[in-house]
């Protein structure tokens, strides 16, 4: 088994954005059932089969090492699982010719509480070895035991950490415990000669999905006890659990979310998912207090027009130390409105300061800067002069993701009307 690498990274115990996080009181509450008065909080850690090679996405490289937004699909799961602190550890079961290229993501993406073991040549066989490193069966192993362990899929990113713990607190009482979800479409079998032989009552049937979680000793005595051809062919954790360890599994309802990537065209749908989820939260940073000026109307606008988005206004970076909290808080896309002054200085400062958070580590950071300038009182060649200047740092910044782009509105100062009455006829 490898051993966890250490290394420092940013905050992650904050969600991808509003949609992903749980409500307070649904955590609240499965906090208080996971955690009755006068008793500890069940050791948890959690095991990642990531040794398949993907032949149903039809693509070389392994789905679960497949790039979404440049980064690889597995960095994401991590994050997931790895926002949930009370995860203690995470073991990641990967191929040994994949083992380097994993050891590589966990460093560039910072990582953390993460081990590796070789996988199998099969799915359970991989989950087996996890388990092993987590029994302290290996030498080398660094891991206790913990009391539940989830297991999940490399492939499923966008895990909840309400439904994380709703598994897990339904497994501490009944010994195993899986995400259901309902059927989408009628489940029929077939005849020998491939006609209808018969069909089930979609209404009466769910669909098996993950995360599961189990008391550890239940799942790692079953998988002990099973055959070979239970670790060759067999697909169901919670089966395992039930043919061997007599546990009928606690049934929990999963969000849509918890979908499998299995195809090329599942990776263009995670994708979408993950630039709505960090467009969720936009930060305007003006040089004005003035609420008469356009930037605090702009914000009016986006409010008003962006009604499931959040969006913050701040003060530019040398004056407004409460940009620190915005960055905290996971947000990847800002707004600088210049209306006082055309110092391109002020959008360096902010591009330092957002690559100082680490944030472009994880997702790409979109920052747009804007001019409001008259065309009297400043020459259009000077501000197109600006505006190149932005394109260039633009191509420099973008190799570091942060994505930036600036917009000159060029516009007639506003005058305020003659005191001549005669002149508003």
Known sequence: MEPRPAAPR?????????DQTPSASTLNAARAEARPAGRRAPAVAAVLPAGGSGERMGVPTPKQFCPVLERPLISYTLQALERVCWIKDIVVAVTGE??????????????????LVEAG??????????????????????????????IHDAVRPFVEEDVLLKVVTAAKEYGAAGAIRPLVSTVISPSADGCLDHSLERARHRASEMPQAFLFDVIYEAYQQCSDYDLEFGTECLQLALKYGHIKAKLVEGSPDLWKVTYKRDLYAAESIIKERISQHICL??????????????????????????????LPCHTGRDLDQIMSEQCYSYVCVNVMTSDFEEIRKLVDMLEESNLSILYPVVVISVYFLDYKSVPFDQKMENLM??????????????????????????FYPPQDPSCLT
């Open 10 to 18: 940013p905050r992650l115990c904050d969600s991808l954005g509003a």
């Open 98 to 115: 994949n083992m380097e290229a994993m050891k590589g993501i966990i460093q560039k993406y910072q990582h953390q509480r993460i081990s």
């Open 121 to 150: 040549v099969t799915r359970h066989r991989s989950i087996f070895n996890g388990l092993k490193a987590l029994a302290g069966d290996q030498p080398d192993s660094k891991l206790s035991k913990p009391e539940v362990v989830i």
């Open 285 to 314: 940073v003006m040089d004005t207090k003035d609420e008469n000026h356009v930037g605090h109307r702009l914000e009016e606008v986006l409010k008003d027009e962006l009604n499931h988005v959040k969006v913050t206004s701040r």
């Open 389 to 414: 200047q932005i394109r260039e740092y633009a191509k420099e910044v973008k190799k570091r993701n942060i994505l930036l782009c600036g917009l000159l509105i060029y516009y007639p100062q506003v």
